[in-house]
């Protein structure tokens, strides 16, 4: 962070909190963790964002052992509380699924479940307190933590690559190779002209392609976006705790605000994640597309 025995600026303070404890092959010294920024970067493509790993990892993990005791411990007498939240939530997804996907495909609701589900728990570690959990280890020896995945372009990306895979399988499977050609060529331009004809499939191919790469791209950056400018007001607000007391009691008083605001925030971009990719996915399937 800053010199030894200095307090840190607010830039220095700003820059280590969106700074990720980063894995990869230094230039000189082999593998290693970057122990500053400059060194991450100096990483290059192949450096791996542990704390990223670690934190969307270990939710996707709690997520599966918690609705598996919910599953494991269900009861059709007296459903316990827990049961009833996981019920209520897969009744939610299934509704909204139901109504967004308009086939048949028993792995749409399960994997809708699964993106809201973990990306919200991901959204969430964005309450935590901004300087705790970073703090602890920092004292523990190690020089960053980012606790929101999300926050994390590499993430949100590696989701929506996840979900444009399946688009390009569906694409190919139900339309086959050929279909799938003649939709990204054509639409939407019509001509009867013969010799215009191969000017407008070539037209339509480049636009229908942007728009089918823009899918992907537009999920991950609206995802990150919104959650990444989030944590940068959550790390605004807590530099003015080391203001004096009137900031303090001001950053109080917009800590308070802004997580209550946040709580919107958090399932929302979660919510819509889910929604957009159940979306994609039945466009897949549409032969009229």
């Known amino acids: 962070m800053a010199s030894e025995g200095a307090l840190p600026t607010m830039e220095e303070h700003i820059a280590h ?28 493509f192949w450096a791996i964002h542990v704390d990223s790993m ?11 052992l918690s609705f598996r005791m919910a599953a494991k ?20 997804i299934d509704e909204n699924v139901r109504g967004s996907f308009r086939h048949k495909n028993a792995m749409v609701a399960p994997l809708a479940l699964t993106i809201f589900v973990w990306v919200f728990l991901m959204n969430l570690m964005d309450l935590v307190p901004v300087d705790l959990i970073p703090h602890l280890f920092y004292l523990a020896g190690v020089p960053y933590m980012k606790i929101v995945p999300t926050t994390d372009v590499n993430v949100t990306i590696g989701l929506a690559l996840g979900v444009f895979i399946l688009i390009l399988y569906y694409s190919l499977k139900i339309k086959g190779p050929v279909g799938f050609i003649k939709e990204l060529s054509g639409i939407p331009f019509q001509t009867n002209i013969l010799v215009l004809k191969p000017i407008f499939w070539a037209i339509n191919l480049v636009l229908e392609t942007i728009n089918l790469i823009a899918k992907p791209v537009s999920l991950a950056l609206r995802l990150f976006g919104n959650l990444y400018a989030a944590e940068m007001i959550f790390i605004l607000i807590g530099v003015m705790y080391s203001a004096g007391l009137m900031l303090g009691l001001v950053g109080g008083v917009l800590h308070v605000g802004w997580a209550i605001f946040h709580i919107l925030v958090v399932p929302l971009q979660a919510f819509i994640f889910m929604v957009l990719t159940v979306v994609y996915i039945d466009m897949a399937y549409s032969e009229d597309h």
């Open 17 to 44: 909190h969106l700074s990720n404890l980063t894995f990869g092959l230094h230039p000189e010294n082999g593998l290693g963790f970057a122990m500053t920024s400059t060194e991450a970067g100096e990483m290059g």
């Open 73 to 92: 411990r269900a009861s059709a007498a007296v459903p316990g509380g827990w049961q009833n939240f996981v019920e209520w939530i897969i009744e939610f």
């Open 54 to 64: 670690l934190w969307s990892i270990g939710l996707g993990i709690l997520f599966v």
